[in-house]
C-alpha cells in the first residue's frame, strides 16, 4: 500500500501562518481576560490597596462589602432601574416594530432614523441634555432614579428595536395570512402565532437592555442625583484609591453575573433562530 | 364633469390598496408606534432642543435662574459662548429679540440634520439632495459670516493652552489613535476566527465578544492595576530587575498612554464582530479562484478579502472612533491630567469645577453636530457594516 | 502545452470518510472528459485533486508527465472554472480576466491584448468595466470562462459550470464550450451530475458513484453498453429484468416462458440467474424486424403517459418486474394500448446488456437517476 499522506488543506492559510495565528489569538484572548482575572485575584487579597505584591488570602472583602448599606441600596437601584428601563423599552420597541416591520407606515425612513439617532447621539451629550431636562425643563421630575430609568428607556430603545424588527419581518407573513383566514382577530393571532415565535428575540432584547442599564454609568452619574445606581457608586468610588478594595468583590459578582446574562441572551437568541428554521 | 374628473384618479387608488399589506386600521398602525415616538420626542428631542437654547440664549444663567429663563424670559440672542469655543473675536447680540421662534427654527434644523445623519441619505434621495445642503448652511450660517481668514487662523493655531477647541482635536486624535490600533488587533484576530478554527468559529468569537458585555468601568479600573506603578508590569519589571524599585514607569499610568491603551482594549471585542463578519461573507471560492489563477496566499488576502471587506473595516472603525471622540469615563479614571479629553471638560461645565451651562452646551452641540456630520459622510459604511441593518 | 492528465490509485479521505477510493484515470491531451455521477461520489474531489486544492491521501496526480500531488494550485498550470463562477464581486470583467496575467507579471501590453483577446472570444466585448452583479447569470459564466482561459491552461476543470443557469442558456453555453474546447483545443476536465450534458458534450464520460469509477469510456457506449447497474440506472432510464437462465443456445442464455416467450441474452451462462438491462425505446410492441432470437414477453400494461414526443408505457411482467417502453409519437404509431391491456413486447438479443453488481444497488441507482432527472 502506497504511503498515506498528511493531506490537511491549507487554502487560505499556511501552516506557518495558522501557527502565528494561533499564537497572536491566545495571546490576545490572555490579554482579553486578564484585567477579568485581576479583579477576581485581588478580591481574595488581603492587602488594602490594589496594588502589588499579593498579600494574602482572604474573604474579609466579600463580608465587608455585603454588610454594606450603600453598596446593598446602589445594587438594589441598579436592579429596580434595570429591570423596569428594559421592560419597557422593550415593550415599547415591540409595539413599534411590528407596524414598522409589517405594515404600510407613512414615513417610515423618518421614523427609523428617529428611533436609530440615540445610539449615535454621544452618552455625554444625551446626559446632560437629560439633566438639563429633568431639573430645569418642562417635564421637572427631578433627579433621581427615575430619571435615570427614562433615560436609559431612550438608549435601550434602537437596540431593543434592532433586534426585534429583523425577526418580526423574518417570520412568513403568510403565517399571519394563515390565521387570519382561521378566523383568529388581530390580538389572537398576534398571542398565538406571532409571540410564540419572537418570545425568544423579546427574550434577548429584554437581557441586552437589562446589561446595558446595569452597566451604564454616563447617564446615570449626571441625572441620578443623591440616588446613586450601583455603577455610578462604583464610578465615585473608583476614584478613591483607599475606597477601592470594598468595591473590587461586588464588582466580581457583577462581572459574573452579567457574563452569564450575556451568554444566555446569545443562547435563547440562537435557539430562536432554529425555532424559527423549524428545527 | 365631476364623475369624469375622478376617472382617472380610480387605478391610483386601487392600486394603493393592493400595496398596503395589512390587516390592520391606520389608528392601530400608529397608535402602536405612538409610545415610542411620545418616549423619544419627550426625553431625546426635547432635551436636545434645551440644549441648543441654552448655546444662543443671551442672558447668562447660573443653573438656579435656568427654570426661569426657560419658561419665557429668554430675550436674545448671542454667539458670545460659540466664539468662546471656536476662538474667533466676533460677536453677535440681538437683544431684546423673543428667542422662542428662532430657537424653534433652528431646532427644526437641527432634528431634520439628525434624522439625515442616521437616514444616511435614504431620506434625501426620496426628497432632493438639496434639504440637506441648505439644512447644513442654515445650521453653519453663523460661523460662515465671520471674517473667514481671521476664523481659520485661530483654529489652526489653537491659540491657548486648555482652549476647547484644542482639547477637542487632542480628543479626535486620541480616539482615532485607538481606533486604528483596535482594528489592527482585531483583523488578524477576526481572520483566524472566520477561517481557521472550523465550526466552533462561532463560540470562540461570544468568548471574544463576552467582556465588552461586563463591567466597563471595572475593566477600566483593572488597568489600573495593571500599569499602576504598584501594577503587574511594573513590579514584573522591578522583580527582574530591569525597573529601580524607586522610579517606576510613570507614563503607564495616567496620561495620554494610558487612555489610549484602555480605549483600545475596550472596543477591540466590539471591533472584532463586524470585521469577522466581513469575512465570514467571503466565499471561500473566491480565495480558491485566486490561487487557482497563480495568487499566493498573501496576494489572495490582499488582493480580494481586503478589499471586499474594506467598507466593513471602515465601518468597524467608525463604530469606534465616533464614541471615542466624547469619551469621559476613562480619562477620568486613568487619564490624570495629562490625558485629559472634551469630554471631561464638557462633563466638568455641568457637575464638575466650570460649571457653566451655558458654555457646556455649547460645548455639547459641537460634539454633537461633528458626530453627527461624521456619521451622515460615513452613513454609507455604518449601513454596510451594521449588516444593512440600520 | 501537453494537457495529459494521470491520476493513479487516487484515494482522498477526509478524516474516516473515503470520498474517492482508489481510482485510476488517464485523460488524453486534448481531451473533453467528463466526471458524471449523484451528488458526493467524489467527482468534485477529483477535480479538486487536480486542481491542487485537495491533496490526495493515497496516489499520484501527473500533468503532463510530471508529478504535481503535492504542488499548490497556483503553480500547476491548469485553471479552473468554479460552481456559481466565483467571480471578485469588487473587480470589473476588465480586472477579473487580467487577474491571473497580472499575478504571473505578464508583461502590461501583453495583458491588455491577452484579456480582449480574451474576453472577445466569449463574446463580452463591451461589457469590460461592469461589475460581475450587473451581469446576468449566463454573462459570469462567460466571464469565468475568460478568466480561466486567457492564462492558456493546459487543462481547464470546469465544476458544474452551468448548474446555476436556466434550460435554454444551459443548451447554448454547451455548444460554445464544445466549440471552445475544439478551437483551442484544450483539455477539459468537465464535471456535471447532468447526463445529457456529459453525453452531448464528451470525448469520454467517467460514471462515478461511491468514490469509485463505474465506467470510464465514450457517450455511445456508456448509453448502450453500460457497465454495471448503476451506470444503467443512471444514465438515461433503463429497465433491469431479473432472469433465469434455462438453457444456453449459440452463446446466448435464455430463460423459457409460457406460451413460446422467452428471455433471451448475450451471455455464456448456462444456468443461475442473471440480471439484465434493457433501454425503454429498443423494446417493441410488434416482433417485425427483429431475429428469431429476440426476446418476447408478455405483460399487462398497468400506466400510459404521454410525454410529448413519445408515450411512455409501463408494462407488469409475470415474475413481478416492470418495464417501461418508450413508443416515439410519429405517424406511425397505431393506436396506443390503454391501462389494463395485455400485450407482448419484443426486443432484439443484441439490446439485453447483462449487467454486473447486486439488485440493491440497482435501486439505488435508479432512485439518483430520477433525482438527477428532477433536478433538471
Known sequence: MARRRNTETFVVISPTGKVLLTAFFALFLVVLYLPTVLLIVF???????????????????????????????????????????????????????????????RGKAVISALMLVPLVVPTVVLGVALLILFQKGVIPIGLGLISVMIGHVVIALPFAVLILLPRIASIDKRLEEAAYDLGASGLQMFRRVMLPLIVPSILSAFLISF???????????????????????????????????????????????????????EVIRRRGDRKLEGR | MATAAQEPKAPLKRSRRETRNDGGSA???????????????LFFLAPLYYILLFSIALRRFSPTEALAALNGELNGFTTELWSKLVGVDVIVKLPGIDLTVPTMVVALIFIVLLLLAVSGGRISKDRGGWIVGIAFLLLLAPFLTLPAGNNLLRIMSLSSEGDSLRLFFKSVSMAMT?????VIIAIPVAYFLAFCVGKSKYTWML???????????????????????????????????????AAPLTFLIYSQFTVIVVLTYAWVPFICLPIFLSFETIDRRLLEAAMDLGATRWQAFRKISLPIIAPGIVAAFLFVFIPSIGEYITPTLVGGTQGTMYGQSLASQFVGGAFNWQYGSVMALFLLGVVLLLTFATSRFLRSGAGGNL | ??????????????????????????????????????????????????????????????????????????????????????????MTVQENVEFGLKIKKVKKGEVKSRAAEA???????????????????????????????????????????????DLKLRKEMQHELKAIQVRTGTTFVYVTHDQEEALTMSDRIAVMNNGIVEQCAGPREIYEHPATAFVAGFIGTSNIVNMRVDRSEGGKAIMDLSEGQRIVANSATTSGSLQITVRPEKIHLSANGLGDDASSVGGRVSDVMYLGSMTQITVDLPNGDSLQVHRLNDEAAAVDPQAGDTI????AAENSFVIEGLPSSADGGDASAHAASESE
Open chain 2, 207 to 245: 468568548i471574544v465578544i463576552a467582556p465588552f458585555l461586563t463591567s466597563y468601568l471595572l475593566r477600566v479600573f483593572a488597568w489600573k492595576v495593571i500599569l499602576g506603578d504598584q501594577g503587574l508590569i511594573n513590579s514584573g519589571l522591578m522583580a527582574v530587575g530591569l525597573v529601580d524599585e
Open chain 3, 1 to 90: 502545452m501537453d494537457g495529459h492528465i494521470v491520476l493513479s490509485g487516487v484515494t482522498k479521505a477526509f478524516g474516516e470518510n473515503i470520498v474517492v477510493n482508489d481510482i485510476d484515470l488517464n485523460i488524453g491531451e486534448g481531451e473533453f472528459f467528463s466526471m458524471l455521477g449523484p451528488s458526493g461520489c467524489g467527482k468534485t474531489t477529483t477535480l479538486r485533486m487536480i486542481a491542487g486544492f485537495e491533496v490526495p491521501t493515497i496516489g499520484n496526480v501527473t500533468l503532463a508527465g510530471e508529478d504535481v500531488t503535492e504542488v499548490p494550485p497556483a503553480k500547476r498550470n491548469v485553471n479552473m472554472v468554479f460552481q456559481a463562477y466565483a467571480l471578485f464581486p469588487h
Open chain 3, 344 to 347: 407482448s413486447l419484443h426486443w
Open chain 1, 43 to 105: 478580591s481574595f487579597n488581603a492587602g488594602t490597596v490594589a496594588a502589588f505584591p499579593l498579600e494574602g488570602l482572604t474573604t474579609k472583602w466579600y463580608g465587608l462589602a455585603l454588610h454594606s448599606e450603600s453598596i446593598r441600596q446602589a445594587l438594589w437601584a441598579s436592579v429596580r432601574v434595570a429591570t423596569l428601563s428594559a421592560a419597557i423599552a422593550t415593550l415599547i420597541a415591540l409595539m413599534a416594530s411590528y407596524p414598522l416591520a409589517r405594515r404600510h407606515v
Open chain 2, 178 to 182: 485607538s481606533s486604528v490600533i483596535a
Open chain 2, 27 to 41: 389608528l392601530s398602525t400608529y397608535g402602536l408606534l405612538a409610545p415610542m415616538l411620545i418616549v423619544l420626542g
Open chain 3, 119 to 165: 474576453i472577445a472570444s466569449v463574446q463580452l466585448d463591451g461589457f469590460e468595466l461592469r461589475k460581475p452583479a450587473q451581469l446576468s447569470g449566463g454573462q459570469q459564466q462567460r466571464v469565468a470562462l475568460a478568466r480561466a482561459l486567457v492564462n492558456r491552461p493546459a487543462a481547464l476543470l470546469l465544476d458544474e459550470p452551468l448548474g446555476a443557469l
Open chain 1, 211 to 265: 446589561v446595558f442599564s446595569i452597566d451604564e454609568v454616563v447617564i446615570a452619574s449626571f441625572i441620578a442625583g443623591d440616588q446613586p445606581t450601583y455603577p455610578v457608586y462604583l464610578y465615585s468610588g473608583l476614584k478613591f484609591p483607599e475606597k477601592t478594595q470594598t468595591l473590587i468583590p461586588v464588582a466580581t459578582i457583577m462581572i459574573v453575573l452579567s457574563f452569564l446574562l450575556a451568554i444566555a441572551a
